[in-house]
């Protein structure tokens, strides 16, 4: 029926599927996607038409949030390729990694148990420097290799991923203690 | 063929004639009625001059209802059956409300509080749809014609259940919800197309009975809601508190009746409002044991005690904050709404806060209302210079209860709305036919602390092993904020069926019910709604696709552009007829007959719109 509604994400925006995005198309071309497709242009209309405006204002908004987030974007990427970067057989992760895993974990309690806001702000900074760097590799990995028309490292490009999906959930969880503390007080 | 001549009473298919939309502000403490007049937004007042409706609402032993000023002034004579700030118990149920300091006798059904009053058993509902009825009464007169719908607005921080409350209240009322519109996105609508803003808004929202802080990204038409946050049992009114419960310390005054305290309460605000301006404020009164009370309360006093009510704005709007991922120097203003925002102390906290001074330009009374008329107006389908966007977000989020009673998320919060999300479940018993499905909405860890939606029962589940059936159930918010579920199950592609059993909200019967009450209306005229409600609905439908048609025929095949005009000559005959169930038959199969050409219209639009061309350029 509606093509657009079987578009992949990048497609529907109009963009070439890449790890670094120009996130100011992306933006602009989600706002003309919305300004064509939201139930509100679509008030007095037919409840068929009524129906496709949902559907794909609905497939926008979750495009666009997964394109928007580099983690989501990444897996996003890969997924494209049949890979799924968080199954449950795909679990295994390098050995520092999982030190330093253990050792934000320990700070964020550490932290939290000292009611420590600052040292939490701290933390949000150090994991935000941390996914910089995830970025930068996986900009390499996903994108460079396509230039050069080599074979992309998807084991490396999923190991990274999947790192940046962690590093998005201790820094949900460290925003969590802030406003639990922030309530205490 | 020639095009059809459809025209509805205030619906008429001339496309220039200007369609009567209206904005409607259901505050606690006051309501109000906008429309858009030659290309401004105007609040409409009452045949006194008054913009402002108190959200008041009288019941009379005969069934004769009052509201508004005339109900206001029944507050401390009749506290029992007159209702303020009904808005605080829209979608509520007793465990929710603190009674013990309202003048109500309260019972409960269907999980909301019921308020028992001389004219019989009245919800929050039916309370609220009388307000609505003014003002729809008010609007009509002023403007000469029948309504095509309004834009209601509600507090960002309202959940399903509240949200499900007032558009009841609305259709009870006979009104035409366009849509549901948070308080502060409408705020910002009337400040960003006066303003001609761009760049990121705070809109601080603190009304009689609620609070809401929303960061919106204004750019070029469009308005994106970046976060919302607020407490929805926090206003004005609890400030008037403060200053009753010193009253009855300071006076060294036991617990009171009804009528004193209603009185007090009344002394109390305005008190509080006197305060705005000046230094100190004389409270006196008679109280019906012959005591008088004469007190003065300073505003440094004053000051003292709502401190902390003060500061409980700050939390919601750091969290705000914290999921739009802004710090304060991010933001290009700050934007005062609700009557309580003239309250020095507030509007300093806040300027402290943001390290900037808050607009206060419009009147943080109508500013909401205002804004809702202007979206109202566009949805309505009026041309309007401005080429007006909103995208607001899902306040609180949604989830499912899981073992142990604990909550998973679905759907998070300050989610672009309309969102949808699917959820897979299975069975954990060999031959399990059915499942129940428990959702809540809110943030924490347990169900128990979290509102419940809904419990739906998955019933016709082709019997299989454990663990075989595949159960890929969908929740859907639509742009009102308003939840839908829909059930699949995935391995034989059976729909499964769903028996909804809503915590809360009215169902058709229930709204003919009430209808039927309160008009003493007999079972014809339930014939007759549905009839004039479903020759609404064909005529609509006519209207857009005679729209549709006359811009983008070219779009698809002549053949199928006549079997479309076939269908709309035989629902155009159908719905001279009495008989509903043939109209909705009509609509159904000409909505059948239009799908590939809305969908070819879609795609349309959306490719020019990605080519760089607007809407506007193409000259429709």
């Known amino acids: 029926m509606s093509s657009n509604l079987h578009l992949n994400y990048f497609e529907l925006f109009g963009l070439s599927p890449k790890f670094n995005l120009e996130l100011a198309t992306l933006e602009s071309n989600f706002r003309k996607i919305q300004s064509e497709s939201h139930p509100d242009r679509f008030v007095t209309a037919s409840p068929t038409e009524k129906l496709q405006s949902m559907q794909l204002a609905t497939l926008a908004n979750e495009a666009y949030q997964t394109l928007k987030n580099p983690a989501n974007r990444a897996k996003y990427l890969l997924e494209l390729q049949g890979i799924e970067a968080i199954a449950e057989t795909n679990t295994a992760m390098p050995l520092d990694f999982l030190m330093q895993q253990m050792e934000w974990r320990e700070a964020l309690e550490d932290a939290t148990s000292a009611k420590d806001i600052s040292a939490l702000e701290n933390l949000l900074r150090e994991m935000q420097q941390e996914a910089k760097l995830l970025q930068t590799e996986l900009g390499l990995l996903l994108d460079q290799d396509l230039l050069l028309n080599k074979n992309t490292d998807y084991t490396s490009a999923t190991d990274a991923t999947r790192k940046l999906i962690f590093i998005d959930k201790v820094y949900a969880d460290i925003n969590k203690a802030i406003e639990q503390l922030e309530a205490t007080l | ?620």
């Not at chain 2, 509102?451 to 009102?480: H, K, N, Y």
């Not at chain 2, 039927?516 to 209306?521: E, I, P, R």
């Open chain 2, 1 to 620: 063929m020639a095009l059809l001549q459809i025209s509805e009473p205030g619906m008429s298919a001339a496309p220039h004639q200007h369609k009567l939309a209206i904005g409607i502000d259901l505050g606690t403490t006051n309501s109000l009625v906008a429309t858009v007049r030659s290309g401004l937004s105007h609040a409409l007042n009452d045949e006194h001059g008054h913009a402002l409706l108190p959200s008041v609402v009288h019941y009379l032993e005969h069934g004769a209802v009052e509201v508004g000023f005339n109900a206001q002034k029944q507050q401390n004579i009749d506290p029992h059956n007159t209702i303020v700030s009904v808005k605080r118990f829209m979608g509520r149920g007793l465990k929710d409300i603190d009674v013990s300091q309202l003048p109500y006798r309260f019972t409960e059904a269907g999980g909301m509080v019921q308020i028992e009053t001389c004219a019989g058993i009245k919800s929050p509902v039916e309370i609220s749809s009388e307000i609505l009825k003014t003002l729809k009464t008010r609007a009509e007169l002023a403007l000469g014609g029948e309504l095509v719908g309004a834009v209601i607005t509600v507090p960002a921080y309202f959940d399903d259940a509240q949200r499900q409350a007032t558009k009841d209240a609305a259709r009870l009322a006979g009104i035409n919800v366009l849509r549901l519109l948070n308080e502060p996105t409408a705020a910002a609508v009337a400040y960003g197309l006066d303003n001609a803003s761009q760049g990121v808004y705070v809109i601080y929202d603190l009304g009689g009975g609620t609070f809401d802080v929303s960061i919106l990204k204004l750019s070029k038409g469009v308005f994106e809601v970046l976060a919302t946050n607020g407490d929805s049992a926090l206003g004005g009114d609890d400030f008037d508190h403060r200053i009753f419960c010193w009253i009855l310390e300071t006076a060294k005054l036991s617990p009171r009746k009804a009528h004193d305290t209603r009185l007090l309460l009344s002394k109390a605000r305005e008190a509080k409002e006197w305060l705005t301006e000046h230094s100190e404020a004389n409270i006196s009164c008679l109280l019906s044991d012959g005591e008088f009370v004469n007190l003065i309360l300073s505003s440094d006093k004053f000051i003292a005690l709502t401190a902390n009510l003060v500061q409980k704005t700050l939390s919601p709007t750091r969290k705000a904050m914290r999921d739009a991922g802004l710090s304060i120097e991010d933001i290009n203003g700050v934007v005062m709404v609700g009557g309580a925002t003239r309250m020095p102390q507030v509007r300093k906290t806040i300027e402290e806060y943001f390290k900037q001074t808050p607009l206060t330009n419009l009147d943080p009374d109508k500013v909401v209302a205002l804004g809702a008329a202007i979206q109202a107006n566009v949805l309505a389908g009026n041309k309007s210079d401005e080429d007006l966007l909103l995208l607001d977000v899902i306040p609180l989020s949604l989830g499912l209860e899981t073992y142990g009673g604990l909550t998973e998320k679905v759907i998070h919060r300050n989610s672009t709305l309309p969102v949808a999300r699917a959820q897979e479940f299975t069975t954990y018993k060999d031959g399990q036919t059915a499942m129940s499905i428990h959702v809540v909405q809110g943030e924490r860890e347990l169900v128990s602390d979290c509102r419940s939606l809904a419990r739906f029962e998955l019933r016709g589940i082709p019997s299989m092993v454990a663990g075989a059936a595949r159960i890929r159930v969908t929740f859907t918010v639509d742009a009102d904020g308003l939840l839908s579920v829909s059930a699949r199950e995935t391995s034989t592609n059976v729909e499964a069926h769903i028996a909804v059993k809503p915590s809360y909200g009215l169902s058709e019967d229930e709204i003919t019910n009430i209808l039927k009450a309160s008009f003493n209306c007999a079972e014809a005229d339930k014939k007759a709604r549905m009839l004039a409600e479903a020759r609404v609905a064909a005529g609509a439908i006519l209207e857009a696709v005679t729209v549709a048609l006359a811009t983008d025929s070219a779009l698809i095949s002549v053949a199928e552009k006549q079997a479309i005009e076939a269908e709309m000559q035989r629902l155009a005959l159908i719905k001279e007829s009495q008989d509903d169930d043939a109209i909705h038959k009509g609509i159904e199969a000409l909505n059948h007959a239009t799908e590939a050409f809305a969908a070819a219209r879609m795609n349309a639009s959306v490719s020019r719109a990605l080519a760089g061309k607007n809407l506007e350029d193409i000259n429709l």
